[in-house]
Every structure is written in structure tokens, then in C-alpha cells.
């Protein structure tokens, strides 16, 4: 699981949205992690320590002073644990920790904090908008912590305008890149996923079974470990992974264009889309109506995207993708040879199990060079984490490579 072995810390402010931690701490303890709750005075006005301690198992931090308190579990909370965060923090909040102040247990916390904070602010619109909490934002900032920007929409306050908490999973998504290995840091990876669209008229289009799964899957992944990602989607039905510049296409052409745009600056690219080989000739502009016995279509073959992009290298990891039915090795290799790969993943589509539409897949990793890396079957997550490393391995041999040769 996402955060099995990790230690978090979650503070609590005093505003409306305190009863959204709840559901965050739920999802990571869902997630595998350990929690610990710190709550502030005003906080507990909102929700009661009860309900967090019944969630974590664990005991909530309170109070600097009094019989409930541990000694120095204000120096050793903040630096035992593998990252914090502070949902909802408040103005208040936000304003003692940019001056250093320490006048409970939470800011306390935080002056003697070694680990990663990811700080999510919540409030009224107009205190947001306010000067000086976004100067405060910006020193914290300065100093290291990572802020995640409040959502828009209706406030508890009546007004309407940037201030909610984001939503829990969001929150879980930036906390992942915290604790993870940031193997990727500085990396443009771009990403293709999702079936394309091919018109045959306004309302009837030629596409496939492709859901987007596995390539939306390996940009959270990268996302995670530190790239900068970009996502070209086919028409897919799944949220924009966290962090992430998606760019949503219809059609192969479109593909093509997007890709292409962006492939120089990219130092990998993913070709997890399933991309229509065929679209029809000629694209009627109006419906077409019923009424005749027997129709034929005319299908013109689409370009291949990687045979387009991927001779013109420089430098960049090409990542393929390939759907069989039969003869799995053979022909991922073949099509490794023709579109330029350095490597390429097969995968069974006969499998009900692996492939189109489902939650896993069972995938071998084949390199240009050395041996096939057969795996079990995994959630597209585990796969794209399997594929990740593949790219980051062989980064390191070339850059062991360029140092050797240097
Ligand atoms: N691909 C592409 N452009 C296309 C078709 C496919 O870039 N027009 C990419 C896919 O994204 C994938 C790889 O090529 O990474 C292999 O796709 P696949 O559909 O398995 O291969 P095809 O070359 O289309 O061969 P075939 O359909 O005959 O098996």
C-alpha cells in the first residue's frame, strides 16, 4: 500500500473544514500509514479528539502541559515521523508559524520539525485574498514547506471563491510525493494514455476498448517520485492525476500534434495510448441517417505517433506499449526494432484479468538490451512503479555510461 511503513503526522486547526481531516486520516490509516493527531485548542470546538484517536488507534496530542501530555513529545513528534501535514491550517495558523512563534503543542511542533510539511490552508475567501497572509504563504514557502492551494467553490462562511480544503484523496496524492523516493526530481516525462476518437460523423466515432488506466497510472507514478509530468489524453472519463498537466486530445492527428510539440523537451516519453491505426476517409458533417441496406466505409491508416517522433531522439527514453493476442515476445520485440524503443512493455489482452478496462495487469518489461523482466499480476499503480524503475535504471547506466567515458 501507498504509505505501509510511513509515520504521519496531521495537525489540526480550528476552522469548519477540521471535520475533513477526519476523512483524510481515515484514508491514509486506509492506506497502510500510522497517524498521529495533533489538534489545536480551537480545533477541538470542531471535532473532538475522540474521533481522531478512534481512527488512528492513538492517543491525540493536546496539550503542552498537564497529566495528558508526554514529556518532549513537542521536539519529538515533528522529527520521528516521515512527513506532516497541517490540514486545515488556518490564517492564524499560518501567521504563527511564518513569525516562529511556539505558543502550544502544534506550533511547538513545528519550530522543532525535521521532516516534510505539506501545508493546506482553509478560509474565508477575503482572508485568503489577504496580503498578509499571502506574504506569510510565501515565507513558509521560502523556507522549504509545500503548500497545497485551497479549491474554489461555496464556503461554509456563504461566500463563494477560493478558501475549501481540498478534498481528502487530493490532499493523500501531494502527501505520496513527500514520502516518496524523488528518483525522478527534475525529470519532463510525458505521458500518452486512453483510446483515441476517430469521427465518422458528429455523433458516431471508431475507437477501442481502452480505458486510460495503466498510462494515467504511470503519470501519478512519476508525478510521485519527483517529475514534472505531462499527460496527453485520449477522451477518458478519469480526473486529472494531482500535480499533473493533462492536455486532453480526440484523434490520433491530435495526438500526434500534441506529442510532437512537446516531445524535445521531454527527457522520457510513455506511449501508453491506445492509438487508432485506422480513422474513416472522409468525416461526414452532418448525421448520417438510416436508410440504406448495405454502408462502406472507407479507413485511411493514421501515422504512427512513435515512428514520427521517436527517430529524432535526443537523448530522450522511448517507452512503448504493446497489446497482443499472440505471439506476445516476438512481436513486442519487432516493434520495439521498427518505432526506435528503448523499451517495451507486453502485455496478454486475452486475459480478463490483465489489460483493457481492469484495475491490474500482467506485463513483461522488455529492455533493448538484456533480459525480459516478466511480473506477476499487479494494480496498474504496481506496474507503473515497476515500469518507473526500469526508466530510472536505465538513466543511471547512462549516466555511469557518460562518467565512465568522461
Ligand atoms: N502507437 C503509436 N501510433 C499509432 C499506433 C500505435 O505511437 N498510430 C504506439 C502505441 O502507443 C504503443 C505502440 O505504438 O506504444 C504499439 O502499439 P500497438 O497498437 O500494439 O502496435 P501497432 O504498431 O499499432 O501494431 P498492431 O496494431 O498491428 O499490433
Known sequence: MLFTGKRILVGVSGGIAAYKAAELV??????????KVVMTRSAREFVGPLTFQALTGEKVATAMFGPESEPLEHISLGQEVDAIV???????????????????LLTTIMLAATKPVLLCPAMNVEMWANPVVQQNLARLQGRGITLME?????????AVGLGRLPEPDLIVEALARLVSPQDLAGRKVLVTAGPTHEDFDPVRFLTNRSSGKQGYALARV????????????????LAAPYGVNRIMVRSARDMLAAVRERFAEADVLLMAAAVSDYRPTQAEILKIKRGRENMQFHLTQN????????????????????????????????????????????????????GF????????????????????????????????????????ARERGSAAGA
Open 303 to 354: 501515422a504512427d505517433i512513435l515512428k514520427q517522433v521517436a527517430p529524432k531522439k535526443t537523448g530522450q527514453i522511448v517507452v512503448g506499449f504493446a497489446a497482443e493476442t499472440h505471439d506476445l515476445e516476438s512481436e513486442a520485440r519487432r516493434k520495439m526494432r521498427e518505432k526506435h524503443l528503448d523499451l517495451i512493455v507486453a502485455n496478454d489482452v486475452n486475459r480478463p484479468d490483465s
Open 26 to 35: 481515515r484514508r491514509l490509516v486506509g492506506l497502510g500509514a500510522r497517524v
Open 222 to 237: 512519476a508525478w510521485r517520485r519527483g517529475a514534472e509530468v505531462t499527460l496527453v489524453s485520449g477522451p477518458s472519463s
Open 150 to 158: 485551497p479549491a474554489s467553490g461555496p464556503l461554509a462562511c456563504g
Open 357 to 396: 478496462q481492469v484495475d491490474t495487469n500482467e506485463v513483461t518489461i522488455i529492455p533493448r538490451e538484456g533480459d525480459p523482466i516478466p511480473l506477476p499480476l499487479l494494480s496498474k499503480e504496481e506496474v507503473a512503479d515497476k515500469i518507473m524503475d526500469a526508466v530510472a535504471g536505465l538513466w543511471q
Open 86 to 104: 497541517l490540514a486545515p491550517a488556518t490564517a492564524n495558523l499560518i501567521g504563527k508559524l511564518a513569525a516562529g512563534l511556539g505558543d502550544d
